[in-house]
């Protein structure tokens, strides 16, 4: 059996019950080391889980996975992932190739940042489509993601950001030169992100439109969802640029229109309670 386990968003203890049963009784566990992080390392969840993990990164999933698959038809294999196992399509494909195998799974599913960005307030039925927002380079500079963003707001939906992480990059050169040689983890803050957006808001004008979003936009700040210093905040896209919440992980919602209850809610947690006054409106139904 291929078990894979959603390890919920704080530290080793966030395993279900089921989950953590499941652990134990695999010959091989290994942990998903590329979509996610939780805030304490591999060494503790092997302390609490009582197993040696296994690090799988986005080349082992993605082009080893057989070895993961291995052995697995006649012994129980564990694949932990952080939040909930479907958070990242590359956990549909190792079903679909253990399937083919004719491998049975089962799934144990847990929180992920989907629904516990729900703790700002804002409800989740007025969610639209999720985006991700990645680093911009010198060369490389999408826009993509924004025009997600408006479509949902035009709609009236809130848009939950998930920022860009990179875990084991290889510099170009690198690459060019196929050496095994790795950038240092980077992780996206929320001011990173804001800063990303205003500067398309700049570009959009400079092209003749009127962005949906300005810097006046209403936005929520997340940083460590789940964790013991979770930290919310509120206020304009510009507010949110400025803030520093700390270490990873971060995310970013743009708000869309506001039902009252979900503007209450955001004033707890708002940087300066005047950025509220003209720029929500809230829903009239």
């Given at each position: 059996?291929?078990?894979?386990v959603?390890?919920?968003l704080?530290?080793?203890?966030?395993?279900?019950?089921?989950?953590?049963?499941?652990?134990?009784?695999?010959?091989?566990?290994?942990?998903?080391?590329?979509?996610?992080?939780?805030?304490?390392?591999?060494?503790?969840?092997?302390?609490?889980?009582?197993?040696?993990?296994?690090?799988?990164?986005?080349?082992?999933?993605?082009?080893?996975?057989?070895?993961?698959?291995?052995?697995?038809?006649?012994?129980?294999?564990?694949?932990?992932?952080?939040?909930?196992?479907?958070?990242?399509?590359?956990?549909?494909?190792?079903?679909?190739?253990?399937?083919?195998?004719?491998?049975?799974?089962?799934v144990?599913?847990?929180?992920?940042?989907?629904?516990?960005?729900?703790?700002?307030?804002?409800?989740?039925?007025?969610?639209?489509?999720?985006?991700?927002?990645?680093?911009?380079?010198d060369?490389?500079?999408?826009?993509s993601?924004?025009?997600?963003?408006?479509?949902?707001?035009?709609?009236?939906?809130?848009?939950?950001?998930?920022?860009d992480?990179?875990?084991?990059?290889?510099?170009l050169?690198?690459?060019?030169?196929?050496?095994?040689?790795y950038?240092?983890?980077?992780?996206?803050?929320?001011?990173?992100?804001?800063?990303?957006?205003?500067?398309?808001?700049?570009?959009?004008?400079?092209?003749?439109?009127?962005?949906?979003?300005?810097?006046?936009?209403?936005?929520?700040g997340?940083?460590?969802?789940?964790?013991?210093?979770?930290?919310?905040?509120?206020?304009?896209?510009?507010?949110?640029?400025?803030?520093?919440?700390?270490?990873?992980?971060?995310?970013?919602?743009?708000?869309?229109?506001?039902?009252?209850?979900?503007?209450?809610?955001?004033?707890?947690?708002?940087?300066?309670?005047?950025?509220?006054?003209?720029?929500?409106?809230p829903?009239?139904?």
């Amino acid at each position: 059996m291929l078990y894979l386990v959603g390890l919920g968003l704080g530290d080793a203890k966030d395993i279900t019950v089921k989950g953590l049963e499941a652990v134990r009784r695999c010959r091989r566990v290994y942990l998903e080391a590329y979509t996610s992080i939780l805030t304490v390392g591999k060494e503790a969840l092997e302390e609490f889980y009582g197993k040696e993990l296994i690090l799988a990164d986005r080349e082992t999933v993605e082009q080893e996975a057989d070895s993961i698959l291995k052995e697995a038809d006649v012994c129980d294999v564990a694949f932990l992932v952080v939040g909930d196992p479907f958070g990242a399509t590359t956990h549909s494909d190792l079903i679909l190739r253990a399937v083919k195998l004719g491998i049975p799974y089962k799934v144990i599913h847990n929180a992920s940042i989907m629904n516990a960005v729900g703790c700002c307030g804002l409800q989740l039925y007025h969610f639209g489509e999720t985006v991700s927002i990645v680093f911009w380079t010198d060369t490389w500079k999408p826009e993509s993601f924004f025009d997600k963003i408006e479509k949902n707001r035009q709609n009236g939906m809130h848009t939950l950001c998930l920022l860009d992480i990179k875990v084991k990059e290889q510099s170009l050169e690198n690459l060019m030169k196929g050496r095994k040689i790795y950038e240092p983890p980077r992780y996206m803050s929320v001011n990173q992100a804001a800063e990303q957006l205003l500067a398309i808001v700049q570009n959009r004008r400079l092209q003749g439109e009127e962005p949906e979003i300005t810097e006046d936009t209403i936005c929520v700040g997340l940083a460590r969802v789940g964790a013991p210093d979770q930290k919310i905040t509120s206020g304009t896209l510009y507010q949110m640029s400025t803030v520093e919440l700390g270490g990873p992980l971060h995310s970013l919602i743009v708000t869309g229109t506001m039902h009252p209850l979900e503007l209450e809610m955001l004033k707890l947690f708002s940087v300066d309670s005047s950025s509220f006054e003209n720029n929500a409106f809230p829903r009239t139904t």
